[in-house]
């Protein structure tokens, strides 16, 4: 916050267009380190059954079975130990898994009421599959960490997954300097909006006040829209994925008729669709990548920081903090050298 002060004082920073994105940071933890629920069920009933066999053979008189220099002590110490750590995995991956159905279960109340109510508002049933319910059972793939067990395993871009954190920023369109940000355990930005407009609402008056979001296509949800809108940000989010090379037709499109309805938090969904596919709209979304996407090239190819050395959500958020401000001072220096 002082460095941004400071920038302000110097005349390079007032806020106004602002880009969102994430990128994911590797955490200073190994994929191979994980196990996954399936397997942990698999190994604890390995290993229960040959804590049974080593009990039985400690139990005999006879122990001629025992294989030389072997011993049943150390064996079963070594084996209970990983039952309790197996145990410890499980209870973190089911409780993992409670947490993530209270979500799932929300925005499943909320497409069956969005169906239901379009049913009744056009008397005709709704296309496509219906929703399916989710399960409060973990599933088989669900992994936990045994290094940093509040990390978790991430797709990243190009393909693959890695043991990662998701570190978000906001950025100013003018100044490239970030302004908010934040890390997450979630792969999936669509619940980053929510913690990013609170972080920039609280940004001092002095720096000025957002007025524009521009966010891609993960970030886009009815709800979200309404959230940039109450904050008084004009949303640009993406409501789809566009291909690349566009036909002349398609980028020559005239936009349609704005909407009838006066732009309120419950239409500031169809108004920001219309105004993406205004002319200024375009441009205006067109400068989301040189923004966002370009500090975060900078800092992990140029200032090296691929990595966090921190372990734990709370230590990292810190980290990426103390990055987000190494950039900034860089950018500073660079706009007033």
Same mark, same amino acid.
């Given at each position: 916050?002082?460095?941004?002060?400071?920038?302000?004082?110097?005349?390079?920073?007032?806020?106004?267009?602002?880009?969102?994105?994430?990128?994911?940071?590797?955490?200073?933890?190994?994929?191979?380190?994980?196990?996954?629920?399936?397997?942990?069920?698999?190994?604890?009933?390995?290993?229960?059954?040959?804590?049974?066999?080593?009990?039985?053979?400690?139990?005999?008189?006879?122990?001629?079975?025992?294989?030389?220099?072997?011993?049943?002590?150390?064996?079963?110490?070594?084996?209970?130990?990983?039952?309790?750590?197996?145990?410890?995995?499980?209870?973190?991956?089911?409780?993992?898994?409670?947490?993530?159905?209270?979500?799932?279960?929300?925005?499943?109340?909320?497409?069956?009421? $969005? #169906?239901?109510? @379009?049913?009744?508002?056009?008397? +005709?049933?709704?296309?496509?599959?219906?929703?399916?319910?989710?399960? %409060? &059972?973990?599933?088989?793939?669900?992994?936990?960490?045994?290094?940093?067990?509040?990390?978790?395993?991430?797709?990243?871009?190009?393909?693959?997954?890695?043991?990662?954190?998701?570190?978000?920023?906001?950025?100013?369109?003018?100044?490239?300097?970030?302004?908010?940000?934040?890390?997450?355990?979630?792969?999936?930005?669509?619940?980053?909006?929510?913690?990013?407009?609170?972080?920039?609402?609280?940004?001092?008056?002095?720096?000025?006040?957002?007025?524009?979001?521009?966010?891609?296509?993960?970030?886009?949800?009815?709800?979200?829209?309404?959230?940039?809108?109450?904050?008084?940000?004009?949303?640009?989010?993406?409501? $789809? #994925?566009?291909? @690349?090379?566009?036909?002349?037709? +398609?980028?020559?499109?005239?936009?349609?008729?704005?909407?009838?309805? %006066? &732009?309120?938090?419950?239409?500031?969904?169809?108004?920001?669709?219309?105004?993406?596919?205004?002319?200024?709209?375009?441009?205006?979304?067109?400068?989301?990548?040189?923004?966002?996407?370009?500090?975060?090239?900078?800092?992990?190819?140029?200032?090296?920081?691929?990595?966090?050395?921190?372990?734990?959500?709370?230590?990292?958020?810190?980290?990426?903090?103390?990055?987000?401000?190494?950039?900034?001072?860089?950018?500073?220096?660079?706009?007033?050298?």
């Amino acid at each position: 916050m002082q460095v941004l002060l400071i920038a302000h004082q110097m005349s390079v920073l007032k806020i106004g267009v602002v880009s969102l994105d994430g990128t994911k940071i590797k955490a200073n933890a190994s994929k191979h380190r994980a196990m996954s629920y399936g397997y942990a069920q698999k190994l604890e009933k390995q290993l229960l059954e040959e804590v049974q066999t080593l009990t039985g053979m400690a139990e005999s008189a006879d122990r001629k079975d025992v294989p030389d220099g072997m011993s049943l002590d150390e064996e079963l110490s070594h084996r209970k130990k990983r039952l309790e750590g197996i145990a410890d995995a499980k209870a973190e991956i089911e409780r993992r898994a409670k947490e993530r159905y209270q979500q799932e279960k929300r925005e499943y109340d909320e497409k069956v009421a $969005k #169906r239901k109510a @379009h049913e009744e508002r056009t008397g +005709k049933k709704c296309r496509g599959k219906e929703p399916k319910a989710p399960s %409060e &059972e973990p599933q088989e793939k669900d992994q936990v960490n045994f290094t940093d067990e509040e990390s978790r395993i991430m797709p990243q871009s190009g393909g693959g997954f890695v043991q990662a954190y998701n570190a978000q920023a906001a950025v100013d369109a003018n100044s490239h300097m970030i302004i908010a940000c934040h890390t997450t355990q979630k792969p999936n930005d669509k619940l980053e909006i929510s913690p990013s407009v609170e972080n920039l609402r609280k940004l001092p008056e002095i720096l000025g006040q957002p007025t524009a979001l521009l966010a891609d296509a993960g970030y886009y949800s009815e709800e979200n829209v309404k959230k940039c809108h109450e904050a008084h940000m004009t949303p640009h989010i993406s409501f $789809k #994925r566009e291909k @690349h090379n566009q036909t002349l037709e +398609k980028r020559m499109a005239t936009a349609p008729a704005p909407p009838e309805c %006066e &732009e309120t938090k419950d239409t500031a969904d169809q108004w920001m669709k219309y105004r993406l596919q205004t002319l200024e709209g375009k441009e205006l979304y067109a400068k989301r990548k040189g923004i966002s996407e370009t500090v975060f090239g900078i800092v992990k190819q140029v200032m090296g920081f691929r990595q966090f050395m921190l372990r734990g959500i709370d230590k990292v958020s810190g980290e990426w903090n103390l990055v987000c401000t190494a950039w900034n001072i860089r950018r500073l220096h660079a706009l007033t050298r």
